[in-house]
């Protein structure tokens, strides 16, 4: 008779337990069946694709998974049904089954999302962004999660590179805004998927690519702003309809990467919580328990993301993607805020000078009244007076304006090859135009200063003013001037790059003016 009641009971305890939602852009599962549509490097027989590197390649995806261990998983780039599949059946024999699935079936296109699922799969659908093979269909999935409706869309929007301009993705976002607001308000849902984009994009936008004049896919169409200030949780309650928390603001700066470019650590993978995952009914976030999935197998020797290994045109046989997993945690319990996690303290106030006593600081500090005396692409140099330090804004410079005055948040501090640089920033008030013209200067001749208006001679890699000599870079190639050119900097920014430098970035900022 216990053991009868037991087992009825089970399914209630069952019920209370806490799930975990993640996504993950596997780079490029691809079978070695040949369907015509393969990138190049994923033909069959071509570039060491074959069957046996295509069955490394989904056991190691499959291990991700299934030490992720998430009860729904958003996938992007998978080529088709048959290696989904092919991924179930794997992920079944290695004891972490997925029962239920769904994906894309976009014709011609090269690489589907898909969603892999421990909860019953109901009403698939998909959300046609646009009736080309190379723009991504949102995947729209109802699930029944402990008896509780929940709609997840996994999405892959267009990537910055190749054409990839902010409009595009803001296609994306307004598609899924639509059907967002012919939801019921209280339902429960996610967007999850790889966004390409920043979750600080409206501050972050590489200026090359943003022609939809600072607006954002991520922060403006989909409503994670609040007065150009990233929504907090305690403002979801009362936030209008179809506004977002971006649970990255969870995690410290150093911790807010899921993707590497270079030298660039990026947030491009999301999963984006509406108001109802806050209201206390049916499904709600838990708390502070975003966070990215890193194993020591997933982050290679020198710190970088282990990925998919191609090289000289030709597959390896070792690394997984070149993103990795992002997960949270939900329940069927009311949210309640975690007290016991970190709370924020009011920031300090510091001048742009305390920065050059520090090494590195991951902590947020305030500078008031800095003014951008050079803005390039999405990167910047400000001071907060004339006879004042001044200091580089590296790539995350998006909104700001050249000329205007600002009080800023700060953070991520650090060097690079003895360059002092910041690469966080929020905008917290914008001052207004200011009268720059005190603040260039030549007689204080340090790094991160900006100099207007002088005039030398360019001697191969080397300028010569005012009986000085400095190393000199153009940031484009083509813009060198001939060797022997008498030259007029109207703009240049005294950088370091292992010693001293003049950096250029824009044939706008010289002029020839003799040989």
Known sequence: MVKYLIFLLFPLFLAAEPFKVATYNVENLF???????????????????????????????????????????????????????????????????????AITHKAQATIQVALLSKFPVRKPNELIVKDDPKVRNILEVELEVHGKPLIVFVNHWKSKSNGGYESKRVAYASLLKKRLLSLHEDSDYLIIGDLNSDYDAFMTLDERIDDAHGYTAINHELSTLSNDHLLQKSQMPKAPIGSHFNPWQELSLSKRWSHQYFQSKNTLDHLLLPKSMFDGKGIDYIDNSFNVFKTSYLIGKKGRINRWQYRKGKHGTKGYSDHLPVFALFDTKPFKANNDAFQETPLMEKDIEFFYTLKDAQKEFVIKNAVVLMKRNQSAIIKQSPQGRGIYLYRCAGSLQQGHR???????????????????????????????????????????????????????????????????????????????????????????YKQLQLVVYSKKDFSIVGR
């Open 31 to 101: 079978d070695s069946v040949y369907q015509g549509s393969e990138y190049k490097e994923y033909v069959p027989g071509h570039h060491n694709w074959n069957a046996n590197t295509a069955q490394i390649k989904l056991n190691h995806t499959a291990e991700v998974i299934c030490d992720l261990d998430a009860d729904i998983i958003g996938l992007q780039e998978i080529e088709n049904q048959n290696v989904l599949e092919q991924l179930q059946k794997r992920l079944e024999e290695v004891g972490c089954p997925y029962p239920y699935t």
């Open 406 to 496: 600002y009080d800023l948040v700060v953070g991520d501090i650090t060097e690079y090859q003895g360059l002092k640089e910041i690469r966080y920033i929020q905008k917290l008030k914008d001052k207004g135009r200011v009268d720059t013209r005190a603040f260039f200067t030549a007689n204080d001749l340090v790094q991160n200063q900006v100099l207007s208006g002088i005039t030398g001679i360019y001697h191969g890699k080397r300028f010569e003013f005012n009986g000085k000599s400095f190393p000199i870079h153009f940031k484009n190639k083509q813009d060198i001037p001939p060797l022997g050119s008498k030259l007029r900097l109207h703009y240049v920014h005294l950088g370091y």
